[in-house]
């Protein structure tokens, strides 16, 4: 980026904060603006980086490029106003293109399992130097670190189009769903441009259980994975443990040896196949990477255990009908025989309009859910979407449960119904987490 100035809009964003420490550490002088403090917010200024709370147009002079969340709306005072002072204004990932100029890039994209999947391989990777860019936080594992090697793994989302502008060496394609068709009109829209950004990569991993993954794959010679029997590398043999999970790895049919990871969910045994076949195109062994697995670092809110102390607690960022069903049959497989109850918080209007029916088909396998009001991320309320159309989905499928606007009440109905031995679940993308997180100083 031809700039050494550089303002962030919605810097405390879970893509916007690691891209603030990249041009941080590259030399830029960096400042950004957020709508509230937060726990991202603080962990930037601690590195030096000035956080301005509030969006206004006085936090703009001075920058020679802002860079904005995808999140953020067009009629942002300081987008007005570096457009109106002509100063640059770069979309994040396009953003994250040009600091990436010259390196070679892992990215690591699909709807489901992007955050797990680039902070584990980015820590198989670490003793090699390579750089990396994950959009959430990791125990053990900074948001983002510039590197020393030529290669680069960054989290790659799909959620605004730009990702197919990127030039990635390998890509990784953990799965394709039906998600933002906000931004691209069709489900068809969105696998073309999956397509299309496979097709500039060198090599590409797919995950071979995945049907739509291996549609837009075509012509492109993947290196696959997953549990079938046609993948090149293939899990089988899957158990879990109170200490994780653990599977037998066999490449091209051959027994490579035994992983053992520190989570739970055959979506994260799907997850640390896709680490290891990118590592083995980045050139280090799958029997060399089997060994790094143990001590994988975990992200936070990924099925994150925050209790287990007569009741357990589960956090989890699941806000997608098939994550919410991933998480669910983890949550049953780890603690098998006990009730499960579930605290969920819709995102997004656009995505509760064209999912409520499978979002509450999904929660249904619970034994009991209570759905709060939706988070909006910035968009604006469509008439007659809320998140008691997901609550009476719900019912319509058999599951138990009511819709609870508010999230702290909503924790207040859940304990009611709870008893020692319960799971009691949190899933949603917006800030239910904050109210969940007093559920141990409620009991």
Not at 284 to 313: F, H, K, Q, T, W
Request: contains cysteine.
């Amino acid at each position: 980026m031809d700039c050494s100035r550089v303002h962030l809009v919605g810097i405390g964003g879970d893509g916007m904060a690691p891209l603030a420490e990249l041009l941080f550490r590259a030399g830029a002088e960096v400042t950004g603006s957020d709508i509230a403090d937060s726990a991202t917010v603080l962990e930037l200024r601690d590195h030096g980086i000035p956080v301005s709370i509030g969006h206004r147009d006085e936090n703009v002079p001075g920058a020679q490029c802002l860079v904005a969340s995808s999140a953020i709306p067009r009629n942002n005072p300081e987008l007005f106003t570096a457009r109106k002072l002509g100063i640059s204004v770069l979309p994040r990932l396009l953003a994250l293109k040009e600091i990436l100029c010259g390196r070679k890039l892992i990215a690591v994209c699909g709807t489901h399992g992007k955050t797990t999947t680039s902070a584990w391989l980015a820590h198989l990777l670490r003793p090699s130097g390579v750089g990396f860019y994950v959009g959430a936080a990791v125990r053990g594992l900074s948001r983002a670190s510039w590197g020393s090697s030529p290669w680069f793994v960054a989290e790659i989302d799909e959620s605004d189009g730009f990702f197919v502008d990127l030039d990635p060496e390998i890509v990784i394609l953990t799965n394709v769903d039906r998600d933002h068709l906000s931004s691209y009109g069709s489900y068809s829209v969105l696998k073309e441009a999956f397509h299309r950004f496979l097709t500039k990569a060198e090599n590409t991993v797919v995950c071979g259980d995945d049907s739509p993954s291996l549609e837009v794959s075509r012509g492109t010679d993947p290196f696959t994975y997953g549990f079938s029997t046609e993948v090149d590398l293939q899990a089988r043999g899957v158990r879990t443990t109170s200490q994780g999970t653990s599977f037998e790895v066999f490449l091209h049919g051959k027994r490579v040896g035994e992983a053992l990871i520190p989570a739970f969910g055959d979506h994260n045994v799907r997850n640390a196949l896709a680490v290891l076949a990118g590592a083995h195109l980045a050139g280090i062994s799958p029997r060399e990477a089997l060994e790094r697995l143990a001590d994988l670092p975990l992200p936070r809110r990924r099925l994150e255990v925050l209790m287990e102390n007569g009741y357990v607690l589960v956090d989890d960022y699941a806000h997608h009908p098939r994550e919410i069903v991933a998480g669910i049959r983890a949550i049953r497989a780890r603690w098998p025989g006990r009730r499960l109850l579930v605290l969920f918080q819709p995102h997004r209007f656009s995505r509760t309009a064209s999912l409520s029916r499978e979002l509450g088909m999904a929660l249904a396998a619970a034994d009991i859910a209570v759905v709060t009001e939706i988070y909006s991320a910035f968009e604006e309320p469509i008439p007659k979407v809320s998140g008691r159309r997901v609550a009476q989905a719900l019912l319509a499928h058999g599951g138990k449960g009511r819709f609870v606007a508010d999230p702290e009440r909503a924790v207040e109905e859940l304990l009611e119904s709870s008893a020692p031995g319960d799971v009691i679940a949190c899933f949603g993308a917006g800030n239910v987490w904050e109210t969940f997180h007093k559920i141990p100083e409620m009991l």
